[in-house]
């Protein structure tokens, strides 16, 4: 469903109610965000300050016991920035068949 540009979907389906995202740092985004429709404010709040997506680009899944992981580079112009590529590394832990905690590395 990522590669298939239908992220904020994968949340609706995946996450559960409280379900923990953590930033590398505190800065534009808050470092730690609790609960699916905060999330979902935090990735509108990104969204704004976009000017331009070009493109998204994820690798296949490492899955080690109750975790996994992506590759998520993001060919991505902010708001009175140049261009960039945003690479990162998505670690997620599942729960029941859910995701109840995601934590990104870039």
């Known amino acids: 469903m990522c590669r298939k540009g239908k992220v904020e979907e994968v949340k609706q ?6 379900t923990l995202s953590i930033e590398p740092t505190e800065g534009i985004l808050p470092k730690e965000t609790k609960g699916l429709k905060a999330i979902q404010q935090k990735a509108d709040s ?14 296949d899944p490492v899955v080690a016991g109750d ?14 920035q140049q ?16 995701i109840v905690s995601e934590q990104f590395f870039y």
């Open 67 to 80: 975790y996994f992981s992506v590759g998520w580079d993001t060919d991505i112009q902010m708001k009175g």
């Open 13 to 18: 389906e995946l996450f559960t109610e409280d």
């Open 46 to 59: 990104f969204i704004s300050m976009v000017e331009q997506f070009y493109n998204n680009t994820f690798t």
């Open 83 to 98: 261009r960039q590529t945003i690479s990162e590394i998505c670690l997620y832990k599942v729960k029941d068949g859910k």
